[in-house]
T-cell receptor, first 115, second 117 residues
């Protein structure tokens, strides 16, 4: 079955450590996204990518970095510069970035906590 | 700036009854899209229904329908014949194309729906 796979499901970060969240899709989608979800808040966009080797900052990109070397993969690195990284992280994709009403497909998320 | 407001943090409904979740938004755009996403306990977001602003007819998907009031900037979700599996967090979202091939979604803070047997 096609879908989005996020790993790990739970991740713990130590002070000063960079951690990388994995996102893989086999839907052949062009566009991929990373959202952050905090309790009592809606989803906020961190980064998005419309095509391989291209990505754009979202609303809360500080302290995060991404890469898009393959169409299927869009890993998110939470750097030590992100002072409040504890949150639930959702990866999403859709077939074409340029179509607003196209359905977003989501992964099952990664819960990141600070030790 | 575009904003999405869900004023009901929690709602409860009896099984088989009908419930309406509220959503209001603020925008100066005339062409945009509205969505309701469901996040069950598994935490994977699922699209429930979507509405194009240029369409006057309210969208319907089986037991889910919307009441879209463009002038009032209101986009409520009605769930009929509620089932236990409808228990979830529901997010309202607004999307628009702000230039070229770029578009974004703005999400509300969510409404947690409990379904009582």
């Amino acid at each position: 079955d096609g879908g989005i796979t996020q790993s790990p499901k739970y991740l713990f970060r130590k002070e000063g450590q960079n951690v990388t969240l994995s996102c893989e899709q086999n839907l052949n989608h062009d566009a991929m996204y990373w959202y952050r979800q905090d309790p009592g808040q809606g989803l906020r966009l961190i980064y998005y990518s419309q095509i391989v080797n291209d990505f754009q900052k979202g609303d809360i990109a500080e302290g995060y970095s991404v890469s898009r070397e393959k169409k299927e993969s869009f890993p998110l690195t939470v750097t030590s510069a992100q002072k409040n990284p504890t949150a639930f992280y959702l990866c999403a994709s859709k077939a074409r970035q340029g179509v607003v009403n196209e359905k977003l497909f989501f992964g099952s998320g990664t819960q990141l906590s600070v030790l | 700036a575009q904003t999405v407001t869900q004023s009901q943090p929690e709602m409860s409904v009896q099984e088989a009854e009908t419930v309406t979740l509220s959503c209001t938004y603020d925008t100066s755009e005339s062409d945009y899209y509205l969505f309701w996403y469901k996040q069950p306990p598994s935490r994977q977001m699922i699209l429930v229904i979507r509405q194009e602003a240029y369409k006057q007819q309210n969208a319907t998907e089986n037991r889910f329908s919307v009441n879209f009031q463009k002038a009032a900037k209101s986009f409520s979700l009605k769930i009929s014949d509620s089932q236990l599996g409808d228990a979830a967090m529901y997010f309202c979202a607004y999307g628009w194309d702000y230039g070229g091939a770029t578009n974004k979604l703005i999400f509300g803070t969510g409404t947690l729906l409990a379904v009582q047997p």
